[in-house]
C-alpha cells in the first residue's frame, strides 16, 4: 500500500470495533476550522509546498497540465493538477468535448444552460484526473473587441458576464473540482500582454471589469483567482495590495486564494504581502527563490507567519471547500452523450440570427439544391486557440498552423462538419461545396443553386490581436460575390466576437455612400445577405445546431452578449496601444479614458448607431412587450427590491424564447451613460401564448444596480432623483418596448 494510501486509512485505526458507520474526517467542522486543524499539524517547509507549482523541478505533474503541486500524503491532502478549461478541458490532457465558445454561452443569456455548460467543464475535468480548472475569463469583451480572447469572455456587460461566468463556476466546484476567476484585473488585449499598463479612474474600473469580477466571484463562492500579466495604473497586478487585499479580500470578502497567471508573478515577498497566495507555474521566477525567500522572510520577520498561514490555510480552505480531501481520487467515465447534448443546445440557444429577410427558415421538403461555400465547412467548424484550445473527442477535423508567430497550438477544427449535418436535413437537395479559394467559381456555384449558405471564419488566440474586426483574406469579397450571385444566400459568421459586416443588409446605408464597391466585387452589388447567423465558435455540435437553425427545427433565441459596430473609428480606441517595440520589457501606458463606458454605453453616450446593437437577435416568431408595472417589494433604504413586470406575447406562428431585458437609467447628473442592463428573462412561449413576467432588481445585488461608485466617498452611493426603467429586445432605440420613470423609496 502506497504511503498516501496508507495514510488516507490511519484514522479508520483510531476507530473503536464494531462502531456503526464512521463520519468523514472533519465532519461537523467548517472548511476554515478544518484548514486550521490541518495547518496546526504542518512544517514550514509542507505549507511553502501549497504556495507555489512544481516547475522548479521540470516537472509538469504526471498528467501534463499546465500547473501542478504534489499533495502532503501524511495529511491526506491530494495532489492538485491545474488544467485550463474555459471551454473544455484543455493543456491537451486528453480529447474533450469542445463546448461553444463562452461568448457563445452568454449568447444563450440562460443561466441554466449556463450552469450546465459548466457542468461539462467541472465532469470532464474530473473524469482526467483535473482537480483546479482554470476557465473563468471574466474581462469585459467590448473594452478591446480586437483582442484575441475575447471568445474567452461572457461579453461587453459586467451583469451579463458575471452572472453566467458565476454559473460555469459553481457547477465546475459542485462537481468537486476548484474553479477559478481570472485575469485580474482588467487584462482586456493580448497586445504587449505582459507590460501594458493599464491607466483608468478607480469608478471607470469599477463600474465595468472590475463589477463583473465582483458578480461573478461573489455569485460564485470561487475558490481562486487569477492575477494577471497587465500592470494596472503602474503596479503588477499580482502585487496590487489595493486590488487583491483591499479589494478582492476585504471589500468582496474573497476567502479562497489567489494565483499568479503563469509567470505573472514578479516579486516574492512582496506580492504575499500584497495578497498573492500561490505563485504559478512555480518556482522558476527569480531563479527558484520564491519558496527560499518566502522561507527566509518568514525566519527574518519581513513576511508575518500570519500572513504564510493565511496563504497555506486559503490553499487548503479552498481544497476542502470543493470536497477534495473527502472524495478520493476515483474518475468518473466520460459521460459524452450528455456532454455533447449540452453543446449542442448551447450552440444552438447562443447562435443569434442578425439579419432575415425572409430566407429562413428553410424549406427542406421543396429545396432541390444547396451550394455550401467556406471556411471548411465540408469538414468542421473553427475552434479557438492559445490555453483555452480544447482538442476534441475523435480528434480534430482539420489542424492547420497558427496564422501568428506568438500563437500557439495550432488552429483546430472540430470534427463537425456543416456539409453533412445539411445534407442531413435536406436529404432531397442536391447540396455542392465549394471552399471559396476561387471566388468566381463559388459564385457560380451559388448561382446554379437556389439557396447559397456561405460559411466565413476567424480564428483568434491568446497571445494575439485581431490586425481589424473585417474577416481575414478573401472572405468578405467571397461573400460579396456568392451574394450577388445568388440574394437567396445565408452568411453564417464563425467569430470570437464582433467582426464588421459590410455585406449584412444593416450595413446597406454605409455601402450605398461608398462611392467604390468593395474590393474583389465580381458583380454590382445589389442588396445584402438575406439572412445572417453569429454562431460564434459553434463547438463539437455546432454544424448540427446551424443546420436545425437553417432549417427551422430549432428557433433561435441567441441575443448579442456584445456590441458590433459599424466602423472601426466608432470604438473608443480605432488603433490598440501598443509598446514601443514588441520585445520592450518596459511597461508602456494603455489608457482607458472611457472608464466604464465599455461596448453599449460607449455608443449610447455618444450617440453612435452600431451596426447591430447589444441583446439583439431575431426569432421565427414574434414577440410583443405591453403593460410595464412597477412594484417595491421592499422599500427600505439599502434593501430596496423592485419587480418590473410585463407581458410578453408571442404574436408569431411558432413557438420560440424570447430574451425580455430590463434597463436602467440613472439620474442625468450622475454622469452615467443613458441606460446598464439591470437584470433579464429568458421567456419561452408556445404559439399564441401570453405570459407575466416578473424581473427582480435588488439593492444589495453584487452589481449595485441603482449606485455608482463614488470617488469622494469612496463607496457606492444611490443617487436621489429621477430614474427610468425601460424594457424590450435590445439596448437598441428600437428595442426598447416599454418605459417608466420611477424614483426610489426613502429618497
Ligand atoms: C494564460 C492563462 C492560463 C495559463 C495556464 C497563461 O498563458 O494567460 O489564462 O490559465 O497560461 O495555461
Given amino acids: 500500500m502506497s504511503a498516501r494510501l496508507a495514510a488516507s486509512f490511519l484514522w479508520l485505526a483510531a476507530l473503536p470495533l464494531l462502531a456503526p458507520s ?3 474526517p472533519g465532519a461537523g467542522l467548517t472548511p476554515d ?11 514550514l517547509e509542507e505549507k511553502i509546498q501549497l504556495l507555489h ?89 467590448s473594452r478591446e473587441p480586437r483582442c484575441g480572447r475575447t471568445f474567452e469572455l461572457k461579453g461587453e456587460d459586467p451583469l451579463l458576464a458575471g452572472r453566467i461566468t458565476a454559473a460555469h463556476v459553481r457547477a465546475i466546484q459542485d462537481q468537486g473540482v476548484i474553479g ?27 463600474q465595468s471589469d472590475l463589477l463583473a469580477f465582483e458578480i461573478a466571484i461573489r455569485d460564485s463562492g470561487v475558490q481562486s483567482v487569477m492575477c494577471a500579466y497587465n500592470l494596472v495604473n503602474g503596479i503588477w497586478s499580482c502585487e496590487h495590495p489595493w486590488l487583491l487585499n483591499t479589494v478582492l479580500k476585504g471589500e468582496w470578502g474573497f476567502r479562497g486564494f489567489v494565483m499568479s497567471d503563469w509567470y505573472a508573478a514578479h516579486s516574492s515577498v512582496k506580492a504575499a504581502l500584497a495578497g498573492l497566495d500561490q505563485e504559478q507555474p512555480g518556482g522558476y521566477m527569480f531563479g527558484g527563490q520564491w519558496d527560499r525567500s518566502l522561507r527566509d522572510a518568514v525566519r527574518d520577520g519581513s513576511l508575518p507567519e500570519a500572513r504564510l498561514n493565511d496563504m497555506a490555510r486559503r490553499v487548503l480552505r479552498a481544497m476542502i471547500a470543493v470536497g477534495l480531501l473527502d472524495r478520493g481520487s476515483e474518475r468518473p467515465p466520460l459521460d459524452l452523450a450528455r456532454s455533447e447534448a449540452i453543446a449542442q443546445r448551447v450552440a444552438e440557444e447562443g447562435t443569434v440570427l442578425l439579419v432575415n429577410q425572409g430566407l429562413l427558415p428553410l424549406d427542406a421538403r421543396s429545396l432541390r439544391s444547396i451550394a455550401v461555400i467556406g471556411a471548411n465547412a465540408d469538414k468542421g467548424v473553427i475552434t479557438g486557440g492559445g490555453s483555452a484550445q480544447v482538442i476534441p473527442t475523435g480528434g480534430p477535423a482539420l489542424w492547420t498552423p497558427a496564422p501568428c508567430p506568438p500563437c500557439w497550438g495550432g488552429v483546430v477544427w472540430a470534427p463537425s462538419s456543416p456539409l453533412r449535418a445539411i445534407r442531413a436535413l435536406a436529404p432531397q437537395a442536391d447540396v455542392q461545396f465549394h471552399s471559396g479559394a476561387d471566388i468566381r467559381a463559388a459564385a457560380a456555384l451559388a448561382r446554379r443553386c437556389e439557396v447559397a449558405i456561405v460559411f466565413a471564419a476567424e480564428w483568434q488566440s491568446e497571445g494575439m490581436d485581431l490586425a481589424s474586426l473585417s474577416l ?112 520592450s520589457p518596459d511597461p508602456f501606458p494603455v489608457r482607458y479614458d472611457e472608464g466604464f463606458l465599455v461596448g ?25 412587450f405591453s403593460n410595464l408595472g412597477l412594484e417595491w417589494l421592499d422599500a427600505r433604504p439599502g434593501q430596496r427590491r423592485l419587480a418590473v413586470s410585463f407581458d410578453l406575447w408571442n404574436t408569431g406562428q411558432r413557438a420560440g424564447a424570447e430574451v425580455a431585458q430590463v434597463y436602467l437609467g440613472l439620474p442625468p447628473e450622475t454622469g452615467e451613460p443613458p441606460r446598464r442592463l439591470a437584470g433579464w428573462a429568458k421567456v419561452p412561449l408556445e404559439r399564441g401564448q401570453r405570459q407575466r413576467v416578473r424581473v427582480e432588481i435588488r439593492e444589495d445585488d453584487a452589481s449595485h444596480p441603482f449606485s ?11 443617487p436621489d432623483g429621477p430614474f427610468r426603467i425601460w424594457v424590450g429586445n435590445s439596448a437598441g432605440r428600437s428595442g426598447l418596448k416599454l418605459s417608466a420613470a420611477f424614483r426610489m423609496p426613502g429618497e
Wanted: glycine share 10%.
Fill in 180 to 206: 477559478c476567476v481570472k485575469h485580474f484585473a482588467l487584462n482586456d488585449q493580448e497586445t504587449g500582454r505582459t507590460t501594458a499598463d493599464v491607466r483608468i479612474s478607480e469608478r471607470g474600473a469599477r
Fill in 22 to 24: 464512521p463520519p468523514p
Fill in 600 to 624: 453599449y454605453k460607449w455608443f449610447d453616450a455618444r450617440g453612435i448607431e452600431p451596426l447591430f446593437p447589444f441583446g439583439f437577435g431575431l426569432s421565427y416568431t414574434t414577440f410583443e
Fill in 33 to 43: 476550522e478544518r484548514a486550521e486543524a490541518l495547518l496546526e499539524r504542518m512544517t
Fill in 708 to 718: 455608482c461608485w463614488s470617488e469622494a466617498r469612496r463607496q457606492w452611493v444611490t
Fill in 472 to 583: 481575414s483574406g478573401n472572405q468578405d469579397a467571397l461573400i460579396h460575390a456568392v451574394i450577388d450571385a445568388n440574394p437567396r444566400t445565408v452568411v453564417v459568421l464563425q467569430s470570437g466576437g464582433a467582426q464588421l459586416m459590410p455585406w449584412s443588409a444593416g450595413a446597406e446605408p454605409m455601402l450605398a455612400s461608398r462611392r467604390s464597391r468593395p474590393a474583389g466585387l465580381v458583380m454590382p452589388w445589389v442588396h445584402g445577405a438575406a439572412a445572417v447567423l453569429a454562431a460564434w465558435y459553434p463547438g463539437q455540435r455546432g454544424a448540427e445546431a446551424i443546420a436545425n437553425i437553417l432549417f427551422g427545427v430549432v428557433n433561435p433565441s441567441g441575443r448579442l452578449p456584445l456590441t458590433i459596430p459599424m466602423r472601426i473609428e466608432d470604438l473608443p480606441r480605432a488603433v490598440i496601444d501598443a509598446p514601443p517595440r514588441p520585445d
Fill in 53 to 141: 507549482g512544481a516547475l522548479k523541478e521540470y516537472n509538469p505533474g504526471p498528467l501534463g497540465t499546465a500547473g501542478y503541486i504534489p499533495g502532503i500524503p501524511r495529511l491526506g491532502i491530494p495532489d492538485l493538477h491545474f488544467a485550463d478549461g474555459s471551454l473544455g478541458v484543455g493543456n491537451q490532457v486528453g480529447q474533450a468535448t469542445v463546448l461553444p465558445s463562452c461568448i457563445a454561452s452568454a449568447a444563450t443569456w440562460n443561466l441554466e444552460l449556463a450552469y450546465d455548460y459548466g457542468w461539462v467543464i467541472g465532469h470532464q475535468s474530473r473524469a482526467f484526473g483535473v482537480n483546479v480548472n482554470l476557465g473563468g475569463n471574466v474581462n469585459l469583451a
